[in-house]
């Protein structure tokens, strides 16, 4: 190689090495600089065993910050949110600290805001299976021979559900089944379960921390129909209502449309039904008139042509009492 290929256009080689530089520094540079940058990331819980978390958030973003090459590495899995909820209690809208920590190395974590979320009672409860059948056209339901059992449970007979949840969800819980258009003896395996509380069907959906559990979901279900039906009317009647009208307001009359319903259905049944009770209403809002639509109960072992009654709360001013002052 002779000095005169080395000088041969040294300004362009002199350039070409000077870009080659600055280039290497940019990168250099972009893998050094401070950065910061937010992600989503799942919120792990740690609930002590009396309490429960009704429908609490499952994700929360995080503010992460370090330098670019440490931020590369970074994903979901391994930035950790805790929500500590030892020593909380029962009540609406709690707030819950969060905490968050990086498993990278040069990674820093800024704590996200505090969450509010529902806490109710954990508790464990037994639930009887009931068996909700109704029989066809022209059929009865025999009810000393309808029977539960749960497959492969310690104690099949009678069947039981253990349900540990929010004891909110408890308040007149039920297990259900459904058969309907029965017409002789059938056994039918693995009927699905529904639990039913004073709300109506529970969603069992619904997020809890920890997880709502329920530890039978189907049943087997035994059940027979005769031939022939009897036929009876009885009467509605109304039951006190669950809160009654504000302070300074009374019920001075209460109407049930219709007054009395022919249910159908097995003579054994029928003849211990006198009368049945609709269920209680809430009054607590209502400073005149208040008119519900509420579902039949009929029993088991019976039906009712029509579905739902109409009942009206006829409410007045109390003269002996001054209502409560308005908010």
Known sequence: MTWGLI??????KL???????LMLGAVAYSQTRPKITSLTV???YTVPPNIILVDPPGKTTVIISGLADALSRVEPNNIVATVDAIGAKPGSAVRLNV????LVSGVTVQNPPPIAVN?????????PVQVNARAAVGWSIDPTKTLATCPGALNPNPCKVHFNGPVSWENNLKAVVTLTDLAGEQHSLNRPIQLQNASGPLDLSVRTEPQTTADVTSADVLTAAVQGTTTSSVPLVDASPSQGPPPGYRVTAISISPLVVTITGDPSVLQRVRSIVLPAVDLSNSTSDATFQVAIPYPNGASGSVANATIKYTIARNPNVSPSPSP
């Open 7 to 12: 000088t041969n256009e040294w300004r362009l």
């Open 15 to 21: 350039l070409a090495l000077g870009l080659a530089v």
């Open 42 to 44: 799942g919120l792990n």
């Open 99 to 102: 905490t968050a920590r990086s």
């Open 119 to 127: 806490i109710d009672t954990q508790q464990a409860i037994d639930i």
